[in-house]
């Protein structure tokens, strides 16, 4: 009895983290697809349309006399219909009758059948990449060709960005929580609530104190000032995350690295590090995603200028400043996704080995 309801138990959980991953992943595998249709069948139809599916297709037309008031019944191939009917499309036998163009008289016969969108292309990651062409006219009349900014000097700026905002906070955090965990000092007790305290404060309450200290100091726009600002936003949730981790560390490791007359920068570096590969790799993805994605933070330290503009920041513009240009986000936003989930394979691997480095014998 208890074993069928641990089968039925196990099955409703299988049940509802597939349903859960169907949810993210359909929505993936259509920005994907929708990435390299062209923007006219973006606009005309969804991106399900590219694999085989019914559709009805023109067979053959008919043309009506243009003496025909279609007001009246409209008789067609010995039956007759309305003019309404045939607006929305009416059966008839094993085929539709529907206008093709109601001003020349002409209807169109539909049958069913199999099709599928081969057109795919790659001009959208070449155009978000290196930046599309646009013909301008000018005033005289003549025209001139003009290159848009690409994607790939936004690419570099946030990994310049993402990458020292990652390990900065992570490594300053993981000395924080040691600190916290196992040495006694004055006051210890009285800092690490003010830590937890920071964390129910509001990224913007301190967005403009601090942009003042910056513009006196001449860190505005620079990246040294941009690292600093995640730096310090991120250390709170980073360090009550390592303390939880560290604190649970056996106290029996360090009686015996003390009794062999290790400091405590060795005991963190030889021991503390490797132990908690688990949760560096863990936060470091949370804080990485969280720079990479940020618009906020980078649109007031380091300003929207084409040259220090992030990711967020461009896919942001595709928009604003071209509107026609919706087919581009597709391409746009599976670029961005690429980094992060390559972040999160490359660390899900180094997760399990600290698992099995971090075991301890007894």
């Known amino acids: 009895m208890a074993g069928k309801k641990k089968r039925k138990g196990n099955w409703i959980v299988n049940l509802v983290l597939g349903v859960i991953c169907i949810m993210w992943l359909l929505p993936t595998l259509g920005l994907l697809v929708s990435s390299f249709r062209p923007a006219a069948d973006i606009m005309q139809s969804g991106w399900w349309n590219v694999f085989p599916h019914q559709e009805w297709k023109t067979a053959d037309t008919i043309k009506l006399s243009k003496d025909i008031d279609l007001r009246?019944?409209?008789?067609?191939n010995g039956k007759t219909f309305s003019d309404d009917q045939l607006k929305s499309g009416v059966?008839?036998?094993?085929?539709?009758?529907?206008?093709q163009n109601r001003?020349?008289?002409?209807?169109?016969?539909?049958?069913?059948?199999?099709?599928?969108?081969?057109?795919?292309?790659?001009?959208?990651?070449?155009?978000?990449?290196?930046?599309?062409?646009y013909t301008i006219k000018n005033a005289d009349g003549s025209e001139t060709k003009d290159k848009g900014t690409g994607l790939s000097q936004a690419f570099w700026n946030t990994l310049t960005i993402a990458i020292p905002a990652t390990v900065i906070p992570v490594l300053i955090a993981s000395f924080a929580a040691y600190a916290f965990a196992w040495l006694r000092f004055p006051g210890r007790k009285t800092l690490f609530v003010?830590?937890?305290?920071?964390?129910?404060?509001?990224?913007?309450?301190?967005?403009?104190?601090?942009?003042?200290?910056?513009?006196?100091?001449?860190?505005n726009g620079t990246y040294l000032g941009i690292w600093l600002a995640h730096t310090a936003f991120g250390?709170?949730?980073?360090?009550?995350?390592?303390?939880?981790?560290?604190?649970?560390?056996?106290?029996?490791?360090?009686?015996?690295?003390?009794?062999?007359?290790?400091?405590?920068?060795?005991?963190?570096?030889?021991?503390?590090?490797?132990?908690s590969v688990p949760a560096l790799a863990s936060i470091g993805i949370f804080q990485f995603l969280w720079v990479w994605n940020d618009y906020l933070v980078s649109l007031i330290f380091i300003g929207n200028q084409p040259s220090v503009q992030?990711?967020?920041?461009?896919?942001?513009?595709?928009?604003?400043?071209?509107?026609?240009?919706?087919?581009?986000?597709?391409?746009?936003?599976?670029?961005?996704?690429?980094m992060p989930l390559s972040?999160?394979?490359?660390?899900q691997k180094y997760f399990v080995r600290g698992l099995m480095g971090g075991s301890v014998k007894g």
């Not at 009246?72 to 067609?76: R, S, Y």
């Not at 081969?118 to 990651?125: G, H, M, P, Q």
């Not at 913007?204 to 910056?214: F, G, M, S």
Request: aromatic share 10%.
């Open 103 to 133: 001003r020349a008289r002409e209807i169109s016969v539909q049958e069913q059948g199999w099709v599928g969108s081969s057109e795919l292309t790659l001009d959208n990651y070449k155009n978000v990449i290196s930046g599309k062409e």
């Open 343 to 347: 972040i999160f394979f490359l660390l």
């Open 310 to 338: 992030v990711m967020s920041m461009k896919i942001a513009d595709l928009v604003g400043s071209r509107g026609n240009d919706w087919h581009l986000l597709t391409s746009a936003a599976f670029i961005s996704m690429l």
């Open 72 to 76: 009246e019944p409209i008789e067609v």
């Open 194 to 219: 003010l830590i937890i305290a920071m964390l129910v404060i509001p990224l913007q309450v301190a967005l403009i104190p601090v942009l003042k200290d910056y513009t006196a100091l001449g860190l």
């Open 235 to 275: 250390l709170p949730l980073v360090t009550y995350f390592m303390y939880n981790f560290i604190s649970q560390l056996p106290k029996d490791l360090f009686e015996s690295a003390f009794m062999d007359g290790a400091n405590h920068f060795t005991i963190f570096s030889k021991l503390i590090l490797p132990l």
């Open 91 to 99: 059966m008839a036998e094993d085929s539709r009758l529907i206008w």
